[in-house]
């Protein structure tokens, strides 16, 4: 029995060191993709090598029966593709892919991310809804200089007949994955029918926010802020209001606080009641 007990123990102490020989083979998380690369496939390839490179990076068309979830059919139809450097992350070299497909009434963002003395590696694959219009992509320092985000402005999240609603997002790169960190409603439009026979006016409700960088305080762990002015409209009533977006770095988001400089103020008290008077007796 001791024999058989020391026998376990020294195979289980060789597994265990096996394990962690540099010469085996782990799963590979990211693809080793050269972006020059990708680009001209995605631009000049075959109809074939498109459709591989497509299904290996996750390039899919939008569901036709639901614009907002991807299918698995790889989109093969690029309008245009751009190339644009930057750094997601500190002393990383990234490189970020727009791929136009009108065919596919999308824009893909290619993220590729490269370490010192690494290989470059496909990291993600974006799609933003690009039926009726482009959304704009450009990159900004909101947190950290050198240090890059994306921020999207126009990106389509509603479409139909009596309702429209575009947003502004902003991507950062956070445990190697870009995320969304700040989501917010750039300009929406509803139109409602009559409610009753015999009202005549059609309700309507747009709101439009424009976004403005703002330098944080010398303080604060931000380098810069985000000013949203904010316009809604209810047929003839208007209301403005102001709201600042700081980053949280406890929460690694954007978080809105209100800022005095509309014309929004709290609603007044409602008037107090006066007291019975006393029943006057018969």
Known sequence: MRTVYSALVVLSVYVAAWADLPFKKKPQEFLTRE???VADTLRNGTTTQRSDLATELGIYAPNPSDGATTSNAPCVDFSHVEEHSGSFRSGAEDVLLLADSSACDSLYLLVFD???KSEWRHVQTVRLAARTQRPEVRFVELIQPGVSELLIHRNTTLDSGNAGQEDVLVLKML??????VLDTTERSDITLANRTPGETDIQQQ???STFELLKST???PAQYRLLEKEVI???KTTIRRFRVWT???DLERFRPAPFDGGNVRPAPPPPAKKPAAPATPK
């Open 218 to 220: 010398p303080n604060s």
């Open 206 to 208: 747009k709101q439009t």
């Open 35 to 37: 972006p020059g690369q």
């Open 114 to 116: 490269k370490a010192p």
């Open 233 to 235: 409209t209810d047929n």
């Open 247 to 249: 980053w949280d770095p």
């Open 175 to 180: 445990h190697d994955r870009m995320e969304t």
